[in-house]
């Protein structure tokens, strides 16, 4: 049994690698010649960009479809991979959307799915594999945002599970660190990606100051875990707002922030009367 699992092939595990920062990542990491496992619900996406990397004489990474929301789906991957003889060095959990509007108005169980994905499976990922992470040396990426140092009015429940991946995944950084396993928070700023139509923006929002690329996120985000960096914020105009937002007071922040969400909204967005 043990030499068994010694014999497994390591492999990054990519979850959300279907689409946007989860697909550039998938990318880099295979050009830096990583094995991977790609998860998402969309097949087709997946199977299309592993015939892409293997198209560039990679290896070709294994593609795994499946609803994360689902209760038994860490258990799935973790089946999947035994079978297949391969295990996690490297665990990047990006998978993860939020939704625009207030709380009271969303629907609650696509708000419960949403922690489902952003933080339960995060967490559940983060922790089901570290033997492996420890016998390979290897890491974590989670992937959190700027929105985790802000409140989060017009998108209570998304700033709310980015706040969680960010402290969990500190804490984590610091507990794993005597077992030789790196935890990396990446905290990108806007990146134009499927997430704004799955939340709902309003349509023609330009890109701005603190806007990157998924390729420049991803890059960033796979140098902070080579390096072992706890926390990664892409660009300079990211950083500032993380940092200024240490010191304004938290009424301030609500305010920008439900103005800016509210524009996002195209207005849509209304405090109930009290
Ligand atoms: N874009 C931004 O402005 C921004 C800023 C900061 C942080 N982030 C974070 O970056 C991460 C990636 O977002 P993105 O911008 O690349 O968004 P995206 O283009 O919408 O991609 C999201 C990925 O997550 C997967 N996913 C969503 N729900 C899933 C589920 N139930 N089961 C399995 N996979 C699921 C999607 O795949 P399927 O639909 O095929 O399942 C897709 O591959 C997220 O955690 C997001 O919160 C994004």
Known sequence: MVR?????????????????????????????????????????????????????????????????????????????????????????????????????????????????????????????????????????????????????????????????VLSFSEALHWELQPRGIRVTALCPGPVPTEFQARAGFAGGSKPDVLTKTADQVAEAGYRALQRGQRVAVPGLANRLTVTVARFLPRRLLMEAVGRYNGKRAGGRIKRSPS
């Open 4 to 164: 068994a699992m010694i014999e497994r092939r390591p492999v990054t595990l990519i979850t959300g690698a279907s689409a946007g920062i989860g697909m550039a990542l998938a990318r880099i990491f295979a050009g830096h010649g990583h094995e991977l496992m790609l998860v998402a619900r969309r097949e087709q996406q997946l199977r299309e960009l592993a015939d892409a990397i293997a198209g560039r004489g990679h290896r070709r990474p294994h593609v795994h479809s499946l609803d994360l929301a689902r209760q038994q789906s860490v258990e799935e991957i973790s089946a999947s991979m035994s079978r297949l003889g391969i295990e996690p060095n490297i665990i990047v959990n990006n998978a993860g959307f939020g939704l625009l509007g207030t709380a009271v108005d969303l629907s609650r169980s696509e708000q419960l799915a949403m922690i489902d994905v952003n933080v339960r499976v995060l967490t559940e990922l983060s922790l089901a594999f570290i033997g492996a992470l420890e016998r390979h040396r290897g890491g974590i990426l989670n992937v959190a945002s700027v929105a985790a140092v802000l409140p989060g009015p017009g998108m209570a429940v998304y700033y709310a599970t980015k706040a969680y």
